[in-house]
């Protein structure tokens, strides 16, 4: 599975971006996605993850309200749309997939997603 991301970029304190992450394939459109960060000099942290179903969705506390994953399988597409951006929320976001469904209670875990994108850029000034 080769996962692409893109959208992101430069944006104010308070405003929006949509974050893309297309698949290679179709069969991998199904499976399991997440969305994870990393700000200079910090760990790796996830952010958000949706079901191989896409019924359920997951989300880190600090991005809860503000952020939504979603996903159209017709375009093997998953998206993470951002509101509300703070400048705590600059980093580098890379998008991820599992192989099918995650284990139960292990959506946050960057080690149920073996495939990674090789992370977009945002950058949210005050």
């Known amino acids: 599975v080769q996962l692409q991301a893109s959208g992101g970029g430069l944006v104010q304190a308070g405003g929006s971006l949509r974050l893309s992450c297309a698949a290679s394939d179709t069969t991998s459109s199904t499976y399991a996605k997440a969305w994870f960060r990393q700000a200079p000099g910090k760990e790796r942290e996830f952010v958000a993850a949706?079901?191989?179903?896409?019924?359920?969705?997951y989300y880190a506390d600090s991005v809860k309200g503000r952020f939504t994953i979603s996903r159209d399988t017709a375009k093997n597409t998953v998206y993470l749309q951002m509101n509300s951006l703070r400048p705590e929320d600059t980093a580098v976001y890379y998008c991820a997939s599992s192989l099918g469904a995650t284990q139960w209670g292990q959506e946050k875990n960057p080690y149920e997603y073996p495939y990674w994108g090789q992370g977009t850029q945002v950058t949210v000034s005050s």
């Open positions: 949706l079901s191989w179903s896409g019924d359920s969705t």
